[in-house]
């Protein structure tokens, strides 16, 4: 397995100004030849990630053997509709830095975000001088986040030769909807729901992700 942190986030390098899902995705192929890994290799991505492995099947398809989406569509993603989109609002209304990881964590919840949701986002703290600051650039974040949205990646899936996708929705989550699901499957891509689960389904039904992921 390999867990890589896409460009700008965690410890991977700062996002060019020019950055896209191309970019991410070659960047994520190159990564694999550093650390190794040949031929063709199983895409699991979740939201960005998931449009990025969409993305490597078309820029890099000879590194992509079967794509494999958590809670994400390849149409455009309507900024009305993005989840990802609030979270990254939250982050840039938080402090840059704080005395510690529980303020920071209560400024999170105290701003609409889950406990567990805002724990998995604290991963990306690192120590400042007697307190704690973000890992990333949230502002170039969420410009990233603005400019690919856009973006139709339908064609990974519906091209005449594609690899092997299969599909993982939240049923509290808009970001499959049924006629994108059904678009899916017509495309060869099954789509299966976690009932319980909002948009961040690792977080919300990390259990029952794991068992239909090791099931497939």
């Known amino acids: 397995l390999l867990l890589p942190d896409l460009t700008g986030h965690g410890q991977s ?18 990564t694999l030849g550093a650390q190794g890994f040949t031929g063709a290799v199983d895409w699991v991505g979740h939201s960005l990630g998931g449009r990025v492995s969409l993305a490597a099947s078309l820029h890099a398809p000879e590194r992509v053997k079967s794509l494999t989406l958590l809670d994400i569509a390849p149409g ?9 989109g609030f979270v990254l609002d939250i982050l840039l209304k938080a402090p840059p830095r704080a005395d510690n990881r529980r303020a920071l964590r209560a400024d999170l919840t105290g701003r609409g975000l889950s406990e567990h949701l805002s724990d998995w986002l604290l991963m990306n703290l690192v120590p400042d001088g007697d307190g704690v600051r973000w890992r990333f650039d949230r502002d170039a974040l969420f410009r990233l986040h603005q400019r690919v949205n856009g973006e139709d ?22 970001y499959v909807p049924d006629e994108s699901a059904r678009r899916l499957e017509a495309a060869g891509c099954p789509v299966a729901t976690l009932p319980d689960a ?16 090791t099931a497939g």
């Open 13 to 30: 390098p700062a996002l060019t100004p020019d950055a896209d899902l191309s970019s991410l995705a070659r960047d994520v192929a190159d």
């Open 76 to 84: 455009p993603v309507p900024l009305d509709l993005s989840e990802s």
């Open 153 to 174: 990646l339908w064609p990974a899936v519906e091209r005449p030769v594609h690899p092997p996708a299969r599909c993982i929705r939240g049923g509290r989550s808009r």
């Open 198 to 213: 909002g948009h961040f389904v690792h977080v919300d039904s990390a259990q029952a992700l794991l068992a239909w992921l």
